[in-house]
């Protein structure tokens, strides 16, 4: 059982819609993080939110646009993906102290048509 | 430039047998490394750690090996049982990357019974 919640499991949209992807955790982690992961290859970093602020952002292409509404939640708003957009997204949260694992959500399989 | 590299694209170990998953890095500033299982349909689970100051940990049947000198790490499953059979990557880290995780491309384990 994972402690890092992501909705929905699956997602399928075309190119001219908007939607959310949502991650949310209680184990008071302060910091949450955005991955991306294609078929066969390693999760890619994509938006890092420390205190809900936003502290590393991977030169994403601005149809993604994450948020931090609090503590507990991450969105990632998605508008105008195209289909090499489809993957699986990760959600991950970690304490902030140094050394510390991040822990990873089941993620949203996300098809672009 | 791939900073996390695991050799070993996938590894068959007899059930009760050693695993022995290995991982190599080129980036000297990497001061704390961790090992995530994933199975299908599931998101990463962290395995285990270490940092740079050390050059061994053991948690039950993992243990992770560190040489700082090659830049090297590996990860020992002793007995391997079929449930271990997935896919590993290994993960890496800079403090002052702020939190970023680096992964390697996976090692896919199967473990006959």
């Known amino acids: 059982d994972t402690e890092v919640t992501q909705t929905p499991k699956h997602l399928v949209m075309g190119m001219t819609n908007k939607k959310s992807l949502k991650c949310e955790q209680h184990?008071?982690?302060?910091?949450m993080y955005w991955y991306k992961q294609k078929a066969k290859k390693p999760p890619e970093l994509m938006f890092v939110?420390?205190?809900?602020?936003?502290?590393i952002n991977e030169s994403v292409p601005s149809r993604f646009s994450p948020e931090c509404p609090n503590s507990s939640l991450l969105n990632l708003h998605l508008h105008a993906l195209q289909p090499e957009d489809s993957a699986l997204y990760l959600c991950?949260?970690?304490?902030?102290?140094?050394?510390?694992?991040?822990?990873f959500g089941d993620g949203t399989r996300l098809s672009i048509l | 430039d791939q900073q996390v590299k695991q050799n070993s694209p996938s590894l068959s170990v007899q059930e009760g047998r050693i695993s022995i998953l290995n991982c190599d890095y080129t980036n000297s500033m990497f001061d704390y490394f961790l090992w995530y299982k994933k199975y299908p349909a599931e998101g990463p689970t962290f395995l285990i750690s270490i940092s740079s100051i050390k050059d061994k940990n053991e948690d039950g049947r993992f243990t992770v090996f560190l040489n700082k000198s090659a830049k090297h790490l590996s990860l020992h499953i002793v007995p391997s049982q079929p449930g271990d059979s997935a896919v590993y990557f290994c993960a890496a880290s800079a403090a002052a990357a702020g939190n970023k995780l680096t992964f390697g491309g996976g090692t896919r384990v199967l473990v006959k019974p």
């Open positions: 939110y420390s205190y809900e602020k936003l502290s």
């Open positions: 991950a949260s970690s304490l902030l102290f140094r050394n510390q694992p991040q822990h």
């Open positions: 184990m008071g982690h302060r910091a």
